[in-house]
């Protein structure tokens, strides 16, 4: 059984979902993928029935380097190009089923291919609206998310986290004032 990780903002896109695994706690960066437990975590809560191993911890790194590369500068030709040879790992493949057409995924190497999937979640989300995928407004925030709201408002990944201490700040600013002081630094932890 692998262990729990208590990270916060799961259950965004699988793209965005592996952005995710590297957050803020207490001012310093955690990272899931460092060990194969938080790979297996991570595969285990996404029900993607594989092990971890080193070669796919590594893919996931990968990967996920790819896809931050691309939300922090999606013009840059360099991110398409090493985004691209995360998407070249694997294809779908149109295939004639006894229920009719349809696709399968086909995979160089098994060990990619939780990287390739969570790659290939990012491009669609860029299809269906590129500019809803956001990182949070809070300047030391590491998390992104696919803002669904109705006026595509979105600002923090969560407004008890993020949200709430940005408007503290503002707020005690107008209170007493004085100019807005530094926000507190993100902290995810789980209490």
């Known amino acids: 059984m692998a262990m729990e990780f208590e990270r916060p903002l799961r259950g965004e896109p699988m793209g965005l979902d592996l952005l995710n695994t590297v957050w803020m706690s207490k001012g310093a960066p955690k990272d899931q993928l460092e060990s194969l437990d938080g790979v297996q975590a991570w595969l285990d809560e996404l029900a993607i029935a594989q092990p971890a191993t080193e070669q796919t911890r590594r893919a996931l790194v990968t990967a996920r380097e790819a896809i931050r590369a691309h939300v922090d500068d999606p013009a840059s030709e360099s991110a398409r190009r090493t985004l691209n040879e995360v998407l070249a790992w694997g294809h779908h493949q149109p295939t004639l089923t006894p229920d009719g057409p349809g696709t399968t995924d086909e995979i160089h190497d098994p060990a990619q291919r939780p ?17 809803r995928v956001r990182r949070c407004a809070h300047p030391d925030c590491v998390l992104h998310f696919y803002d669904t709201s109705p006026k595509r408002g979105r600002r923090w990944c969560s407004m008890a986290a993020c949200g709430n201490r940005a408007k503290a700040a503002r707020h005690y600013a107008r209170a007493s004032g004085r100019p807005p002081r530094a926000t507190v630094p993100a902290d995810h932890s789980v209490r």
């Open 115 to 131: 990287g390739w999937l969570a790659a290939v979640s990012y491009l669609q989300l860029l299809a269906k609206d590129a500019s």
